[in-house]
Antibody, heavy 123, light 107 residues
Framework: QVQLVQSGAEVKKPGASVKVSCKASGPAFTTYYMHWVRQAPGQGPEWMGIINPRGDSASYAQKFQGRVTMTRDTSSSTVYMELSSLRSEDTAVYYC????????????????WGKGTTVTVSS | DVQMTQSPSTLSASVGDRVTITCRASQSVSSWLAWYQQKPGKAPKLLIYKASTLESGVPSRFSGSGSGTEFTLTISSLQPDDFATYYC?????????FGQGTKLEIK
């Protein structure tokens, strides 16, 4: 069974960057697209973007364009999400999640989730 | 972006009750809708995808219906483990928006 293990909590100052990792255990990691979703305190989840199985293409929500970078190391079954120019509104739990559909034109939803990484932005 | 609106925001019910949560989309999302359950401090859990397909391992008391702009999640007989927050998510179009959630509380 696939498990997604995320890196630990981070505290950052406004203007800084944060890089969160998500390591997958289980079969066929390189087959799946991977999402990043965040959830601010008391709010619903918010989709940030997705990276393809090979790690050579990522799509980002317009809200995060220019501030977010998603990368993937297939050799270590790890995906990364880096968010720059942090502000207090970026304080949230950040989740990686697997897209269950594979192939050339998958539909994008999430079936396996990491436990989340809390990122706190405070001066 | 497609806006997803859930109702009610909070629902109080008792064990054994039948409950229904509604999710409305600001434009048609066909059947590309998922439902998730989230408990405090935990990640969301996929319950239903493609509006009505039950994820493997999810109890059959959960069911989903709808298409276009209106969808429902029904729990046929509430169990103690079902008290949680439920979210819908459209995956018809970028950027795959979630509803604001429905908190299911014990009456």
């Amino acid at each position: 069974q696939v498990q997604l293990v995320q890196s630990g909590a981070e505290v950052k100052k406004p203007g800084a960057s944060v890089k969160v990792s998500c390591k997958a255990s289980g079969p066929a990691f390189t087959t799946y697209y991977m999402h990043w979703v965040r959830q601010a305190p008391g709010q619903g989840p918010e989709w940030m973007g997705i990276i393809n199985p090979r790690g050579d293409s990522a799509s980002y929500a317009q809200k995060f364009q220019g501030r977010v970078t998603m990368t993937r190391d297939t050799s270590s079954s790890t995906v990364y999400m880096e968010l720059s120019s942090l502000r207090s509104e970026d304080t949230a739990v950040y989740y990686c999640a697997r897209n269950p559909e594979v192939g050339p034109t998958p539909r994008y939803y999430m079936d396996v989730w990491g436990k989340g990484t809390t990122v706190t932005v405070s001066s | 972006d497609v806006q997803m609106t859930q109702s009610p925001s909070t629902l109080s019910a008792s064990v054994g009750d039948r409950v229904t949560i509604t999710c409305r989309a600001s434009q048609s999302v066909s059947s590309w809708l998922a439902w998730y359950q989230q408990k405090p401090g935990k990640a969301p859990k996929l319950l239903i995808y493609k509006a009505s397909t039950l994820e493997s391992g999810v109890p059959s008391r959960f069911s989903g219906s709808g298409s276009g702009t209106e969808f429902t999640l029904t729990i046929s007989s509430l169990q103690p483990d079902d008290f949680a927050t439920y979210y819908c998510q459209q995956y018809h179009s970028y950027s795959y928006t979630f509803g604001q959630g429905t908190k299911l509380e014990i009456k």
